[in-house]
């Protein structure tokens, strides 16, 4: 599978029902060769609207997130657990996940990360997980299809709850040591 048959066959899916509200399905965006792979839950309306993830006040954030520790979007690949919108912006349903995460899983196999960083609770419940709990797991490596993976509390969580940005702060600087010691690119 190449990356634009991949990106053609999920803009058509009709796996469940969240492909009869949606505007735009939200594959991903980013470099297609990238090392580092955000993986976060599911687009909300900016997102939906425009067919990019992390696009609105969460987005924002994420930008300034991965500034922190000299990253930006041309330097990593950004995706979801699933594709579409849930109504609401409501946690996507278990149904739905597994219903959309085979594109994920494709896309994982196409960028071949060094490194993934998956982006609040939903997607480390997928990814690393099932009993995850980012309150107290986030900022830890795991192996998940044999690459170091760690989770980050979600942007739009940091803005519901700013006093969990100091950890956040600290867990991007554990991300940058572990792009420093595997990652080929210089980053910094």
Sequence with gaps: ???DKLEKTC????KCSLSDS???TVFGIGNRTAEILFIGEAPGEQEDLRGEPF??????LLDNMLSVIDL???NIYISNIIKCRPPSNRDPLHVEQDAC???LYEQIALLQPKIIVCLGRIAA????DKNFKISKEHGHWYECFDVPTM???HPAALLRDPRRKPDTFLDLKELQRKIQEICERTYL
């Design 1 to 3: 599978m190449t990356w």
């Design 151 to 153: 989770a980050l509390y």
């Design 11 to 14: 803009q058509t899916c009709r």
């Design 22 to 24: 949606r505007n735009n």
């Design 55 to 60: 696009v609105g006040r969460a987005g924002k």
């Design 101 to 103: 995460i085979a594109y």
């Design 72 to 74: 930006n979007r041309s």
């Design 125 to 128: 419940q997928k990814i690393i």
